[in-house]
């Protein structure tokens, strides 16, 4: 390049909402890079979204930007390119000529403007339309992520070169060779010769690369440039980088130079894992939206996406999917340089169709095959840019993304690539040309994750199995045996209804295969969506263009139910067990052999889509304070201790048995390693014991032990944890377990217990009685059915999406809120979130909606609701009625009186109302408690 002209800086402006045209002069003024809503250009939004943040100054239509520039004497007739990075539809004059339009979503817009400038001032005008698009674009455009926003986010330069020069150089690195293959465009001559050096950085040790000339005799330059025996290969442990530095040569004179950044590494799919340079890796992702609250937009400079990778890999992250969007280039040169692998996606969610199709829209599939040549162009490359998605949850021809696939790894082979992120959900497909297959299920009941939506039902173990540690994926991923009815729900070949972003979709399926077994790497797709209540001291953060009203909303209903002073512990306790869910869910994962990796949805909380706080952290990347990155670590890393076992609740004297395996894709060498285990509380070691670990390099597996004992004695309810550690490493992880003494006395005798408000409990209430109220489950009028995990994604989206579907709506709870230090806790302890030894008790519950009942009651055992409904939910609570006193409990004791924890919350109970405590604060009338029962 012989110059750059820095355009950044202050702009003439000037909004057309109505498109009308060009007309000068403008009558305002901007700073880019930057958006109109963010510079809070335009009349300001009086709406309020609920599903979503709310942009300030949402602005659509054309907004024009001009500037005159001052183009000196010797670089007016040299060969000059109009340099945009980050935007959207572009149309470009040069003294009110026109130059040409742009369009792509994803990769800078670039227009060689040689001739159209002249000596002295320049006007630049620039037309960025933020509403005709070819494809709806995914989340690059969406109100749920990173907002519909106009303007211009990034670079903005006028480059000059000189009339030959380089472009277009691609890097294909050889890690056996220790060499690069360079592949040079040369314009302006076709002969001469190119230097080239390299020199490593970001790295322990430097390497300086001999510097070489080559020959050429052809604009298409393919050179071949040794590295030596030094290579340092990149890779997420040793992200090494070098620069490459090109000169063009011509008569002895240096006409062009260029500096690429790349890295040498393969990255490549082996059987059924990834190995990054010929060791295995796997793959701890992240889902990626470009969720950027403060501004709307994702960033552009490397410093900030330094920030925001850091604090994915400081949680065990080491793998981003951006969701139907590309990340701008500062994102790559950032993960380059953590060691961090990237898998963009085209801008699609939808349906890929042939020309056979009636809905065949040509235009916009040219568009999105030519936007994916655009990205491997622009960011090919970088060694972190390791995986390429053709969309999320596509439809359509399978021949038509397969032949888009083939045209992909031939136009670029330093990539794997994927038919797309859950394609055909109930009935998926290996296409030919795939690399390796993302997705959720192999067929209706073949899961890989642990939680699913109602409408996508069958749900996961997390939700519907009693808690344990065995489950992993490894027979559903390659099964030894086929179920030939699996997908008869799902219709063959038919039309069926499906879930489709916040909506419904119908779609033409085919018939699922049962018999397809994976023979590539397999990544579950969008795990976990765990919901927490909102945090409301959030709402102050929102000092940019956007603003949580939403947040203000949820507020606000929860204040109309007289419930606002219950906001902090909804949100903490909610999102301890939200926490709990990943744990398993992510172990689950590390479990299973047969898988090579996954992608949560998300460690971030997702601000659209009705409002989904899925994460451990805020949309800003910031702790919830649920969960330390240490202890998140402890079971999302490159190496995770586990252990197997079958339940979390024991009586005493029962036996313990757990197999404990290290799941480890560190490369390091396992010996002289030792386990350390132990069984104890607070204050006291009751079972402890050690195992040396043996393994190889290659195996990923490794099976250290089994332990064994009997739980000790114990004088009443008492929790203990398991922990295990391998010292030297610091690695480490913990299970809590419930124990429960041999014999528990159910002692009914003076109790008055019924199943319903009789006429005869109305009188002993009536006479100064305690009564104890356990009603049959079936004839609650008014309640809610008990469940233990917390709400998938957001109520409001799929409680919507069922009820279009005809299907069952989830019940949308988010776990306990228990005040645990209430006596009737005595003999059961507990912690005021829920934990495993509450999974039968809620699992056989309901819980009453108690929203006319005064303030002042408030449930001793209450479920959260979600912040769409908000109700008051009680499965415990008590009140004093008449005379007497009244404590009520909405669980089937019938069918958990087989389990400990089941009949201690009963023994519990009855105690309790024996005892001189039972001193319940608030009173109701008779006629108020049958209202609500």
Not at 140 to 151: A, C, F, K, V
Not at 445 to 466: E, K, N, T
Not at 509 to 522: A, C, E, G, K, R
Not at 676 to 689: P, Q
Request: hydrophobic share 35%.
């Amino acid at each position: 390049m012989y110059t750059k002209i820095d355009l950044s800086g202050t702009w003439d402006f000037e909004l057309d909402e109505k498109k009308k045209g060009i007309k000068y002069p403008f009558n305002d003024k901007i700073l880019l890079p930057g958006t109109t809503s963010n510079s809070q250009k335009g009349k300001k939004n009086k709406s309020i979204e609920v599903g979503c943040l709310t942009d300030e100054y949402k602005f659509e239509g054309y907004a024009w930007f001009s500037k005159e520039i001052e183009v000196p004497d010797d670089i007016y007739d040299k060969t000059s390119f109009l340099y945009l990075e980050r935007t959207r539809i572009t149309t470009v004059w040069i003294n009110n000529v026109k130059v040409g339009t742009k369009n792509s979503l994803c990769t800078p817009h670039i227009y060689e403007v040689t001739g159209y400038l002249k000596k002295g001032k320049n006007l630049i005008t620039i037309l960025v339309d933020n509403t005709a698009y070819p494809t709806k674009g995914g989340h690059l455009t969406s109100q749920d992520t990173q907002t519909n926003w106009n303007g211009i986010t990034g670079i903005i330069e006028l480059q000059v070169f000189n009339k030959a020069y380089i472009e277009d150089v691609q890097v294909y690195p050889d890690i056996r060779e220790k060499s690069v293959n360079i592949k040079v465009k040369s314009v302006g001559t076709s002969s001469g010769s190119i230097s080239v050096s390299a020199v490593s950085f970001n790295s322990k040790i430097g390497h300086v690369v001999e510097e070489r000339s080559f020959n050429f005799d052809s604009n298409e330059i393919s050179i071949e440039y040794p590295l030596g025996e030094e290579a340092l290969l990149w890779s997420e442990y040793e992200p090494n980088l070098y620069k490459l530095y090109l000169k063009m040569i011509i008569g002895g004179i240096t006409i062009d130079t260029k500096e690429i950044t790349f890295g040498i590494r393969e990255f490549k799919a082996s059987k059924d894992k990834f190995e990054i340079n010929g060791t295995k890796t796997f793959l701890r992702g992240k889902h990626d939206g470009m969720i950027f609250p403060l501004t709307g937009f994702a960033p552009t400079t490397i410093d900030e996406w330094l920030k925001v990778l850091q604090i994915s890999k400081n949680y065990g992250i080491n793998h981003y999917r951006f969701h139907t969007c590309c990340p701008p280039e500062a994102a790559f040169t950032a993960a380059d340089m953590l060691g961090m692998y990237m898998e963009p996606e085209l801008p699609f969610w939808g349906t890929v169709t042939d020309e056979k199709d009636e809905n065949h829209n040509q235009a916009e599939q040219d568009f999105l095959i030519s936007e994916g040549f655009s990205i491997l162009k622009s960011f090919g490359n970088h060694p972190s840019f390791v995986m390429m998605s053709l969309g999320n949850e596509l439809w359509g021809s399978k021949e038509r993304l397969d032949i888009i696939l083939k045209n992909y790894k031939s136009f670029d082979n330093r990539h794997l690539y994927t038919q797309g992120s859950n394609n055909f959900q109930f009935t998926p497909v290996i296409l030919e040309n795939d690399d390796f297959f993302c997705g959720v299920r192999f067929s209706r009941d073949r899961l890989i994750r642990g939680s699913y939506a109602m409408c996508d039902a069958p749900l996961g173990h997390v939700q519907r199995d009693m808690p344990n540690t065995m489950k992993d994926y490894d027979e559903n991923i390659a099964p030894c045996y086929t179920n030939s009815g699996d997908n008869a729900e799902e219709g063959t070949g038919d039309t069926v209804e499906i879930q489709f972003g916040t909506g419904v979709k119908k779609v033409r399926t085919t018939s699922s295969n049962d018999n397809l077994i994976p023979q590539l790497p397999v990544v579950s797709h969008e795990i976990g969506q765990y919901a927490t209540f909102p945090n409301f001291h959030e709402i102050e953060k929102y000092k940019g263009s956007l603003k949580a009203k939403n947040f203000e909303v949820f507020k606000k209903r929860l204040e109309e139910k007289n419930l606002a002073h219950l906001a902090d512990k909804y949100f903490k306790c909610s999102g301890k067990l939200s926490v709990a869910c990943y744990k398993e869910e992510l172990e689950a994962a590390f479990r299973s052999r047969k898988l090579a990796g996954f992608q949560v949805l998300d460690i971030q909380d997702f601000s659209g889509q009705g409002t989904a706080l899925v994460g451990i952290l805020d949309a800003f990347m910031e702790s919830k304070g649920l969960v330390s990155p240490e202890e998140w670590k402890s079971f999302c890393s490159d190496m995770v201790l586990l252990a197997r076992f079958e339940k979390y609740n024991y009586v005493e004297k029962e036996n313990f048995n757990a197999h404990i395996e290290l799941c480890c894709y560190r490369n390091l060498k396992l010996e002289s390693l030792r386990l350390s285990w132990r069984l104890k509380d607070s204050t006291t070691i009751y079972e402890n014991g050690e195992a040396y670990i043996s393994g190889t390099q290659d195996n990923n597996y490794i099976d250290i032990c089994d332990i064994s004992f009997k739980m000790p004695q114990v004088e009443g309810m008492k929790k203990v944890t398991l922990e295990l550690e391998i010292e030297k490493l610091n690695i480490h992880n913990s299970y809590d377990l419930w124990i429960y003494p041999e014999e528990v006395s159910i002692d009914y005798s003076a109790l008055n217990i019924f199943n319903e408000l009789s006429s005869e409990a109305e009188t002993l209430l009536e006479d100064g009685q305690n009564v104890i109220l356990l009603p049959k489950l079936n004839v609650l009028k008014n309640s809610i059915q008990g469940f233990y995990a917390s709400d998938f994604w957001c109520y409001p989206m799929f409680r919507s999406i069922s009820e279009s579907m005809k299907r069952e709506v989830p019940v949308g709870t988010m776990g306990l809120l228990i005040k645990n230090n209430h006596p009737v806790f005595k003999d059961f302890t507990c912690e005021e979130y829920s934990t495993y030894q509450w999974w039968s008790i809620v699992s056989n519950s309901r819980s009453i909606i108690m929203d006319s009942t005064p303030k002042e009651l408030s449930p001793i055992v209450q479920t959260i609701d979600n912040f769409e409904r908000n109700h008051k939910l009680g499965m415990l609570f008590e009140c004093n009625v008449s005379k007497g006193k009244l404590l009520v409990c909405t669980c089937d004791f019938d069918k958990i009186m087989d389990k400990p924890e089941g009949r201690q919350f009963l023994f519990s109970i009855l105690n309790y109302v024996r005892s001189k405590e039972f001193k319940p604060d608030t009173d109701m009338t008779i006629s108020e408690i049958r209202n609500i029962i």
